[in-house]
């Protein structure tokens, strides 16, 4: 996936703070000591001339050099040893004064080692890391475009539901599925087809939903299909200028929700569009949740057998019943 120079320089940014905090706090541990510690001076101390010495051995020959390293690593072992004991004394753990990096793999670089057959070393490759960095950067970017006022599950009020019986019942049981699905979200959780009429609280739930994985940490992005259609096709044709890959981020977020799905004006580009971005979640295993006025029926009419089979062949597809919310909420 390709980035905008702005979020390569984000990622490098945050991951030099990282490294540059680990390497501060483990100085800072090491002066403390040095300060409080005359017997960890010592210790450190000798470190340092064991250091020097074994510079030194560059310049012994053969047998006498390793018989000097051996006797300089036997040294260090020893003084490693004083180490440990004088930490339990004053109840720190034996990795005090260890770096703590963030990401151990690459010790807070962003990089590691690109190794090939032979185990032979071909440079270096963005670390797992960076890569999060990188993708965390691009769905912020997205979002901006596409900004969620999030709602959550306790201003979610079933008491509108009452009118009717069976509706609030049901109603009742589509919340307390939603609030589940919050709670026991994975990146193989299943994907979810929303519809009824207009103000039912099919967006509500969605963007409840997406409030509670935001606080997880997982990667979501929210849009009316509508935006990521024209954005998408503005991209495509060369309309506007864009640092991000609309296509890219909705195909990779851990979880995408599409709104109103069925408003959009269809047309050979939209279509082939929204095929492309349900398929592409489903082969990669990503869960999304759809949001329609259309039913399954209302699909089958709308969009070609190839978009239909996959929502309902692979949604879990839930009905939003009982009279309009946003209306009675604006009666009110």
């Known amino acids: 996936m390709a980035y905008s120079s702005e979020i390569y320089e984000k990622a490098l940014n945050e991951i030099e703070r990282r490294h540059d905090i680990a390497e501060e706090e483990a100085k800072k541990h090491k002066e403390e000591l040095l300060e409080k510690s005359p017997e960890f001076r010592e210790i450190d101390a000798a470190f340092t001339r064991i250091a020097n010495e074994l510079i030194k051995t560059a310049y ?59 185990n032979i070393s071909h440079g270096k490759k963005f670390c797992t890391c960076h890569l999060e960095l990188l993708k965390k950067y691009s769905y912020m970017q997205m979002a901006k475009k596409t900004p969620l006022e999030l709602s959550s599950f306790s201003d979610f009020d079933l008491s509108y539901y009452k009118d ?124 999304t949740i759809i949001n329609s006025n259309l039913s399954p029926s209302d699909l089958k009419d709308r969009y070609p057998e190839s978009i239909v089979s996959r929502i309902l062949g692979t949604f879990s597809v839930i009905e939003f019943n009982g009279s309009d919310i946003r209306q009675k909420i604006n009666n009110e």
């Open 60 to 118: 012994i020959p053969g047998e006498e050099k390793k018989k000097k390293i051996a006797e300089l690593q036997k040294k260090s072992m020893d003084l490693v040893r004083a180490r440990n004991e004088l930490f339990k004394v004053l109840k720190l753990p034996d990795d005090y004064l260890d770096v703590k990096y963030i990401c151990e793999k690459c010790k807070d670089t962003g990089f590691i080692e690109k190794v090939e057959a032979g």
């Open 164 to 287: 009717g019986k069976a509706d609030y019942k049901h109603m009742k049981y589509v919340y307390d599925s939603c609030v589940s699905y919050a709670a026991n979200f994975d990146l193989d959780s299943v994907s979810l087809y929303f519809y009824g009429r207009t103000g039912l609280g099919k967006t509500h739930l969605s963007l409840a939903i997406a409030n509670e994985l935001i606080k997880k940490g997982y990667n979501v992005i929210y849009g009316s299909v509508i935006t990521f259609f024209n954005q998408i096709e503005k991209e495509k044709f060369g309309r506007e200028s864009s640092d991000i890959d609309t296509t890219n981020i909705l195909t990779e977020a851990d979880l995408l929700i599409m709104d109103d799905l069925g408003a959009e004006f269809t047309t050979q580009l939209t279509t082939s569009i929204l095929y492309n971005i349900i398929d592409s979640r489903i082969l990669k295993g990503l869960p």
